[in-house]
């Protein structure tokens, strides 16, 4: 977590994000957690969760409810972005990558005459 960010946050969101970094960690005690603004508004906080599980949606689903109350009934405009991590990323590209396997000829049948 960016430790310069973090102290700029209001209370508010500076509790959203501890309440939402706590549930991703207690669920996945190796997760990295990298918090900062928004790329495209700084007004907006994201929370970026790398983990090493197979489907990033899988913590998305874990804070989804939470995520939105804070943003619809708290107006804090906060998101969790869950991404795989590198090694993650690299087995599926391998694996996409692969060819596909060549399913064994079949015997050519005689012609029916």
Do not use: C, K, W
């Not at 994000?17 to 960690?25: C, G, K, N």
């Not at 190796?30 to 700084?42: K, Q, R, S």
């Not at 590198?86 to 064994?104: G, Y």
């Amino acid at each position: 977590m960016s430790e310069r960010y973090l102290t700029d946050l209001d209370p508010r969101r500076l509790d959203a994000v501890r309440e939402l970094s706590a549930l991703i960690t207690q669920r996945y005690p190796n997760a990295a957690l990298f918090v900062g603004p928004a790329e495209e508004d700084p007004a907006v906080t994201h929370i970026t969760a790398m983990v090493d599980i197979d489907d990033p949606d899988e913590v998305a689903d874990l804070v989804m409810d939470r995520m939105l109350q804070f943003q619809l009934d708290e107006d804090i405009p906060i998101y969790v972005i869950p991404i795989r991590t590198p090694e993650r990323v690299a087995a599926l590209r391998q694996q996409l990558n692969r060819p596909a396997s060549i399913a064994p000829a079949l015997p050519l049948l005689a012609t029916l005459g």
